[in-house]
Nanobody
């Protein structure tokens, strides 16, 4: 069993930056595919970014060049550095994990989820 806890959300002005953290416990996740998803009010949960072992990373087109996913295996933690934030980035951001396998962007592939952290970007 993997337990995920997100932190780092908050209120920021447009153009600002935030760094989200996802701390994993219960199992070492260095070989897991770790991802970030987000869900805005009234919208479906959408893929943001994912990282696999070997430092393979994928980012959604909507955040490419502004967000960067990374991981620290010594800390069993995954990060999402968000820059040049826009009001449309406002959402609850969720960390997710799956023990390998193919596919990145479908939420239905992921086994473990955190409780989410709110990010609000004001214009």
């Amino acid at each position: 069993q993997v337990h995920l806890v997100e932190s780092g959300g908050g209120l920021v002005q447009a153009g600002g930056s935030l760094r989200l953290s996802c701390a994993a416990s219960g199992r070492t996740v260095s070989t897991y595919i770790m991802a970030w998803f987000r869900q805005a009010p009234g919208r479906e949960r959408e893929f943001v970014a994912a990282i696999a072992s070997g430092d393979i990373r994928v980012h959604a087109d909507s955040v490419k060049g502004r967000f960067a996913i990374s991981r620290d295996n010594t800390e069993n933690t995954v990060y999402l550095q968000m820059s040049s934030l826009k009001p449309e980035d406002t959402a609850v951001y969720y960390c997710a994990a799956k023990p390998g396998g193919s596919g990145w962007s479908s939420q239905y592939l992921y086994t473990y989820w955190g409780q989410g952290t709110q990010v609000t970007v004001s214009s």
